[in-house]
């Protein structure tokens, strides 16, 4: 990598501290339109170290994404805090990138122009950021797709656009929110194994949402259990099986995978029905 | 077994090309013909329409008295020798050529058009992204949006006089809330994804605007001018036909004192044509302006 960011990736190793998560007695309660307050998470405390890459799995609704916005900075903690580096989030957190489910792709700009926001937004000169989008598009596979515009772009080639904008800035933390949700089977597991190519080349601290647990165990250093609403950690599981992971597909097969994942799914699994019940009875 | 294969295939295979090309030949008959069987269709409305009015202002079952009478209903054939006497009489009309109330109409239905379009996009921006600003403003919106706005013409024309002034105002009075209501909802249903993502970027309240919400409005705003268009045209005539010195809504009135039904479809079929033009113009800068839009699936069916 180096080549596109020789100075910031030299300020980056300088510093690795800065790219360390600490959440420590998170909390966040909503208003809701009629006056009443709803607890989306409660106490979550977490840390993630630099360079690491954390999943966080739980039951629909028990605030995953809720811990993600707090961490960007987009929404403020009810108590409790976040600290990345050395500072406590107040306001957007700088070096960050999100991705969502939703591919929150421009309509109206071509792709390379969407590629292009993250270094216009820093102030980066136009032609030098086109260089740079181009680069990216060509690391992602999509070099001779610049002008497209995203309607004209199949799932996975969105998703292939979204992850070159939010990696181009060279973000010390990625988060991601579901991203590869809403894809098919065979474009996820692609693209799962593209996103593991360029973490390794770039090593982002990296928050992961997922419902998928096979998808966790195979991306993650580390899987974070949530309880159901009102939110809060419940269980840290760390992953020892090796990297680099080669293919996402093929070690689904170890047995060390499996051991793994049946021991989260154990954890998971109350969880998931409290969840289920508790819906199930308010309906 | 293969040499079977490869021959069924060689002797096949110029068979299957020329059905090819026969296909597409057949296939584009049958959208000429389907082009030229809806000219036909609208020709013989046309037909139908006209000259059924013209049969039932002619015809005279008694002997006396028409089906229709062309005194209060016109004529095609004298809407004709009217539209034609507009555009030629030149010397005894009272109030200048008809080219010249022609511009003095459009002149002011265009500058009411524009008024009221910035003033509704400006406004609908501002209140569409700022939730309290809205809260505050948005019941008086209403009460004003609820008045009916013609009325406003007899009070503008009171208060500034019979020129061009009065007359743009109500034009710009009703394109506004045309434009402004969909500027507003246009802001409202911009993905809050998008703009997440530009924030965590780094972008200032500024740069959301530019890059995420106003070309996200721009669907709705663009959608809006059509409609907006005739309003204007609207708001400009009905404040002439309340008091004027010049343009066309003067002739109309003018023509209904003389009971003149002729002269009055006459500057109707001028106003559509206006109107039209207008609207193609507006389609081609939603054409350039949206050209990022997946086509239409209706619009693509519809052909």
Request: proline share 5%; net charge neutral.
């Amino acid at each position: 990598m180096g080549v596109n960011h020789p100075d910031r990736s030299a300020a980056r190793e300088g510093a690795d501290g800065r790219a360390r998560i600490d959440i420590a007695g998170l909390t966040k309660r909503y208003l809701t339109p009629k006056g009443e307050t709803f607890t989306a998470i409660r106490d979550v405390t977490l840390a993630v170290e630099p360079g690491q890459f954390c999943s966080i799995v739980g039951p629909t609704g028990c605030g995953k994404s809720t811990t993600l916005a707090q961490v960007s900075g987009l929404e403020r903690p009810s108590a409790g805090g976040v600290r990345v580096g050395a500072n406590i989030v107040d306001g957007i957190t700088d070096g960050v990138s999100y991705m969502f489910q939703a591919d929150a792709l421009f309509p109206w700009k071509s792709v390379l122009n969407n590629v292009m926001m993250g270094p216009i937004l820093l102030g980066t000169p136009k032609k030098e950021a086109t260089v740079l989008a181009l680069d990216w598009l060509r690391r992602v596979g999509l070099a001779g797709f610049e002008d497209r515009y995203p309607h004209q772009l199949s799932g996975g080639m969105r998703k292939r656009v979204a992850m070159a904008a939010a990696l181009i800035n060279n973000p010390r933390i990625l988060l991601m929110d579901e991203p590869f949700g809403a894809l098919d089977v065979q474009t996820k597991a692609i693209m799962q194994n593209e996103l593991l190519k360029l973490w390794e080349d770039l090593r982002p601290t990296v928050l992961f949402i997922t419902h998928d647990l096979d998808e966790a165990v195979a991306l993650s250093d580390r899987v974070v259990i949530m309880t159901t609403s009102p939110g809060t950690v419940k269980d840290v599981f760390d992953i020892d099986l090796p990297r680099p992971r080669g293919n996402v597909q093929q070690i689904r097969h170890e047995s060390r995978f499996l051991e793994l994942q049946e021991q989260i799914w154990e954890s998971l699994k109350d969880e998931v029905t409290r969840a289920y019940a508790r819906t199930a009875g308010a309906a | 077994m293969t040499t079977l294969a490869q021959g069924s295939a060689q002797s096949g295979a110029p068979k299957t090309e020329e059905s090819a090309a026969q296909i597409a030949a057949r296939g584009r008959q049958a959208s000429q013909r389907r082009q030229i069987l809806i000219w036909v269709g609208r020709v013989l409305l046309a037909v139908v329409i006209i000259g059924g009015w013209q049969l039932c202002t002619n015809l005279k079952p008694d002997g006396k008295h028409p089906l229709v009478d062309p005194f209060f209903f016109g004529m095609p054939s004298q809407i004709w020798d009217s539209l034609v006497t507009l555009f030629t009489n030149t010397e005894d009309a009272s109030f200048g050529s008809i080219w010249e109330n022609i511009w003095v109409t459009g002149q002011e239905a265009i500058l009411g058009f524009l008024l009221g379009t910035v003033a509704g996009i400006v406004l609908g921006l501002l209140l569409g992204s700022n939730r309290y600003l809205s809260s505050v403003v948005g019941p008086y919106i209403r009460i004003v949006n609820s008045i009916p706005r013609i009325i406003l013409g007899s009070i503008f024309i009171v208060a500034f006089g019979l020129g061009t002034f009065p007359k743009v105002l109500l034009a710009a009075v009703l394109v506004f809330f045309v434009v402004f209501f969909n500027a507003f909802q246009g802001v409202r249903e911009v993905d809050q994804n998008l703009v997440a993502n530009v924030r965590v970027l780094g972008a200032s309240p500024l740069q959301v605007a530019i890059h995420v919400t106003i070309p996200s409005a721009m669907t709705w705003i663009i959608a809006s001018l059509h409609t907006a268009f005739g309003f204007a045209i609207i708001g400009a005539l009905v404040a002439e036909v309340l008091g004027a010195q010049q343009g066309l809504g003067l002739i109309i009135s003018q023509a209904q004192g003389k009971f003149d039904p002729d002269t009055v479809f006459a500057c109707m079929i001028i106003i559509a044509v206006i109107t039209l033009l207008a609207e193609y113009l507006i389609g081609l800068l939603e054409h350039s302006l949206l050209k990022w839009r997946p086509p239409n699936k209706s619009e693509a069916q519809s052909i």
